[in-house]
């Protein structure tokens, strides 16, 4: 089923180019600001490896963006399908954990401000982190070496085409558990923003004071966390699961699979822009960010949405 590129290898070229000139920019600056910054909390360590994460989806673009131009040699796009996508998609939904491990930090303190609990230690966070990194490694290392059928300037074209059998069975697997992942952290993080809406509306109500403002401001700015991935992750979602099942079947329409793949491809885009989306989580929510990043030294007030 020959695929129609005309659109792909046009307009997403340059809005990848723009958002990797983007993400680049802001994760250096993010990188130069949380180097400074020591690990003394789980919020500063999730935010460290959401860092990480961007950055490394970040430095995958310009393969992406070279191939789906048509400006590279067709090889390189056997090495984009061979590994820098594998290690494009692990790295988002490495990125969906942690903003779903942020959330709840999010939603402990805001319950539950004087509380400590076993998961808000930082070596357990710490630990978590690695394992979830671990995990997707081990989801996506096959992903690689069951792409081992030889490329060719036409198999090149779909990555599903250099997948052996297994190869295929395996994507298709892997497909279903980060859905699986995806929409576990969606109803989750619909659970903490209940809860954490009904938090702040009652210190709204209950709180009258002046110097409350600040306060109520603080913690309203939690929900950029929500915000950003649903506007950045659900889009793609509802999309990618009938895109990969046209991927590995051979009884779906032509144009169909045309029309799948562009609706994967645009939502897809969205979901990338996690990479500029992620900083204003750092801005909004964490002081120290800002004042190694800004140079600015910021009024301390006791906040459940500011790390210290």
């Known amino acids: 089923c020959p695929r129609d590129t005309r659109i792909s290898s046009l307009i997403f070229p340059i809005l990848y180019t723009l958002l990797f000139i983007t993400g680049l920019i802001l994760n250096s600056l993010a990188a130069w600001a949380f180097f400074q910054i020591p690990s003394t909390s789980t919020f500063i360590v999730y935010l460290k490896n959401t860092l990480v994460s961007d950055f490394i989806l970040t430095l995958m673009l310009p393969l992406k963006i070279l191939t789906d131009s048509g400006l590279a040699p067709w090889q390189y796009r056997a090495l984009v399908c061979r590994f820098s996508a594998v290690i494009f998609y692990e790295t988002m939904y490495i990125s969906i954990v942690l903003l779903g491990l942020i959330a709840f930090d999010r939603f402990l303190k805001i319950v539950r401000p004087f509380g400590k609990f076993w998961v808000q230690n930082v070596t357990f966070a710490k630990v978590f982190s690695g394992c979830v990194w671990l995990f997707f490694f081990g ?4 992903n690689m070496i069951l792409s081992n059928k030889q490329a060719t300037p036409l198999s090149v074209k779909k990555c599903a085409s250099l997948k052996s059998p297994f190869g295929l069975k395996w994507h298709e697997a892997v497909n279903y558990i980060c859905q699986f ?12 923003y209940v809860v954490i809406t009904k938090q702040v509306y009652k210190s709204y109500i209950k709180t009258q004071r002046k110097d409350s403002k600040i306060k109520k401001r603080a913690k309203g700015k939690v929900f950029i966390i929500v ?15 009938p895109y990969t099942l046209s991927q590995i079947g051979n009884k779906i329409d032509c144009n169909i699979q045309n029309q799948l793949f562009l609706a994967k491809e645009s939502t897809l885009w969205l979901a990338t822009t996690n990479i500029c989306m992620d900083p204003l989580i750092y801005i909004l929510l964490c002081r120290p960010f800002v004042e190694k990043a800004f140079c600015v030294k910021l009024r301390k007030f006791r906040s459940t949405t500011q790390e210290n």
Do not use: E, G, Q, Y
């Open 227 to 241: 915000a950003v991935f649903f506007m950045c992750f659900a889009p793609f979602h509802f999309s990618r699961i």
């Open 181 to 192: 992942i995806f929409w576990t952290v969606f109803i989750l993080m619909l659970l903490f």
């Open 139 to 142: 989801l996506s290392l096959p």
